[in-house]
């Protein structure tokens, strides 16, 4: 036997006979097997422990399937080092018949590095699956994210809606969905199975950099936990959270038919009843308005939407550029059309 046919043995024998990973499988699978109905879908890859889990599971569902699934990984050419991680990635992944798909970004990224980065990965995905008919992108963001993003929208003063969990699906187009199985997963469990199964992961050195929010967000939420406030605890309030904001919701789609006029280059939003809206649904009408114009995946920044609103609030006049929009007061509307 060859010694890559014996690594892939090894992948299966070890997913299959290890108590602790094999119970993280069959969830896995019985979930992504409702999602996506057994089609093909987009792993996305990094090195990280996290995706080296999902770059397991997937593999033993693809065997166990007989489906495709594309890995894939994104250079975005940020470090010097960058190409040859990705490569180290790549021929690890070889070994056990794992074939990595690498995508080089050739743009430069230099200014806000992480939200340029997740949304250049993004759209590398998003037209990958729209070019190969694929609806699904798997991602393998885990619980230990969901806090992070938590505290780190708390710093910034984000409502109802950014401090809520994150979606186990969410739309990234009208033709392709991000799915995260492993929400309800701790990090050092993803590190369990990455260790067992490929015997390595590897660490991103920006994930020890102290110039970036994520990263000090990430020694706090050690304290917290030192001093007593569980990561259980903080979990907990994100998915109450996420219950107001399915009622709000609600509402707020309601709110959009009512307060927006869609045309083919423009949406007009109507003043006076915006105005008359509490702040929550004011921001929420604006923000979303904002974001499904732009056919952003992320929304804008909390604190622009809030100055636009002030600015209205005071009747000052208004012209701002935001998320590549132009959003301007035109009589008894706000328009937004494309910037340029």
């Given at each position: 036997m060859s010694k890559k046919n014996s690594n892939v043995l090894n992948l299966k024998s070890t997913i299959i006979k290890d108590r602790k990973i094999f119970k993280i499988y069959k969830d896995f699978k019985r979930e992504i097997s409702k999602i996506t109905n057994n089609?093909?879908?987009?792993?996305?890859?990094?090195?990280?422990?996290?995706?080296?889990?999902?770059?397991?599971?997937?593999?033993?569902?693809?065997?166990?399937?007989?489906?495709?699934?594309?890995?894939?990984?994104i250079d975005h050419g940020i470090r010097k080092n960058s190409q040859k991680e990705a490569k180290s990635v790549q021929k690890l992944l070889k070994k056990f018949s794992i074939f990595l798909k690498i995508k080089k970004n050739s743009r430069k990224i230099k200014a806000n590095i992480q939200k340029a980065a997740r949304d250049t990965r993004y759209k590398f995905l998003s037209d990958f699956c729209i070019k190969k008919?694929?609806?699904y992108i798997l991602t393998a963001h885990h619980m230990d994210d969901q806090i992070e993003t938590f505290l780190i929208r708390l710093s910034r003063g984000s409502g109802v809606q950014g401090l809520s969990s994150m979606n186990r699906v969410s739309k990234l187009?009208?033709?392709?969905?991000?799915?995260r199985p492993f929400l309800d997963i701790k990090k050092k469990d993803l590190q369990y199975i990455s260790k067992k199964v490929f015997?390595?992961?590897?660490?991103?050195?920006?994930?020890?950099?102290?110039?970036?929010?994520?990263?000090r967000i990430r020694s706090l939420k050690d304290k917290f936990e030192r001093s007593g406030i569980s990561h259980s605890q903080i979990i907990r309030s994100i998915n109450n959270l996420a219950t107001s904001r399915d009622i709000i919701n609600n509402y707020l789609n309601?709110?959009?038919?009512?307060?927006?006029e869609k045309r083919r280059n423009e949406v007009l939003i109507k003043l006076k009843p915006l105005l008359l809206e509490n702040?929550?649904?004011?921001?929420?009408?604006?923000s979303q308005s904002i974001q499904n114009f732009s056919k952003s995946y992320y929304p804008p920044r909390s604190k622009k939407i809030f100055n636009i609103l002030n600015k209205l609030k005071e009747r000052k006049k208004l012209k701002s550029t935001l998320a590549g929009c132009v959003?301007?007061?035109?009589?008894?509307?706000?328009?937004?059309?494309?910037?340029?």
């Open positions: 089609k093909p879908f987009v792993a996305a890859i990094s090195g990280g422990a996290d995706s080296l889990a999902l770059a397991a599971l997937s593999e033993l569902y693809r065997i166990e399937k007989k489906i495709i699934i594309h890995f894939i990984l008919k694929i609806k187009s009208n033709k392709v969905k991000i799915v015997k390595k992961f590897f660490e991103d050195p920006s994930n020890k950099n102290k110039k970036y929010l994520r990263t309601q709110a959009i038919k009512l307060l927006t702040e929550e649904i004011q921001f929420k009408v604006l959003i301007e007061k035109t009589g008894l509307n706000l328009s937004i059309t494309r910037e340029g």
